[in-house]
T-cell receptor, first 114, second 108 residues
Framework: NAGVTQTPKFQVLKTGQSMTLQCAQD?????MYWYRQDPGMGLRLIYY???????DKGEVPNGYNVSRLNKREFSLRLESAAPSQTSVYFC?????????????FGPGTRLTVT | GQQVMQIPQYQHVQEGEDFTTYCNSS?????IQWYKQRPGGHPVFLIQLVKSGEVKKQKRLTFQFGEAKKNSSLHITATQTTDVGTYFC????????FGKGTRLHILP
């Protein structure tokens, strides 16, 4: 089991460029999440997908779009990158419902927008 | 909306000293989760507390959930260099909302 994988690990973009961050999980989890982490700000939820075919906004969705391609994959797209989007992006997955527990995180993508 | 506040933001301790981080909410929490993130790493789940007054232990780590379910704490006894990192609390509802974390530094 690879768990949660993310690509790329590092990326440098120029302002206005677009890119897609990829995330995949092999644990058969229904729910998937995208977070960004900035110094002193903790983890902030961008978007989440409770199940295949559904997506919902989190705390900081502006400037991002997501696609739940299938049960395994959940991508995050920056259409026109801005320096304020410089951050570390984490994808996570979990089993939904009150009986479930933790989120499993990927290794992160370190994005710099110049 | 959901919001959990963590204190302190930073903590420096001598190796061997104890460490405690606190998580507080203005509303009743349905549960509380704790995660640890090593420097340069990703968050890793430690534990979930659900019941009022619940106490759970993992070796040198003790987790408590308040009687009113509005606060929680993580206590580490006799810190070691391997305890370095940021500790996050989070409430799990239909999504998981994290506190800003407490960064622990260990002085040798």
């Amino acid at each position: 089991n690879a768990g949660v994988t993310q690509t790329p690990k590092f990326q440098v973009l120029k302002t206005g460029q677009s890119m897609t961050l990829q995330c995949a999980q092999d644990m058969n989890h229904n729910s998937m999440y995208w977070y960004r982490q900035d110094p002193g700000m903790g983890l902030r939820l961008i978007y989440y997908s409770a199940s295949e075919g559904t997506t919902d906004k989190g705390e900081v969705p502006n400037g991002y779009n997501v696609s739940r391609l299938n049960k395994r994959e959940f991508s995050l797209r920056l259409e026109s990158a801005a320096p304020s989007q410089t951050s570390v992006y984490f994808c996570a997955s979990s089993v939904p419902g009150p009986a479930s527990y933790e989120q499993y995180f990927g290794p992160g993508t370190r994005l710099t927008v110049t | 909306g959901q919001q959990v506040m963590q204190i302190p933001q930073y903590q420096h301790v001598q190796e061997g000293e104890d460490f405690t981080t606190y998580c507080n909410s203005s509303t009743t929490l349905s549960n509380i989760q704790w995660y640890k993130q090593r420097p340069g790493g990703h968050p890793v789940f430690l534990i979930q507390l659900v019941k009022s007054g619940e106490v759970k232990k993992q070796k040198r780590l003790t987790f408590q959930f308040g009687e009113a379910k509005k606060n929680s704490s993580l206590h580490i006894t006799a810190t070691q260099t391997t305890d370095v990192g940021t500790y996050f609390c989070a409430e799990r509802d239909d999504k998981i909302i994290f506190g800003k974390g407490t960064r622990l530094h260990i002085l040798p």
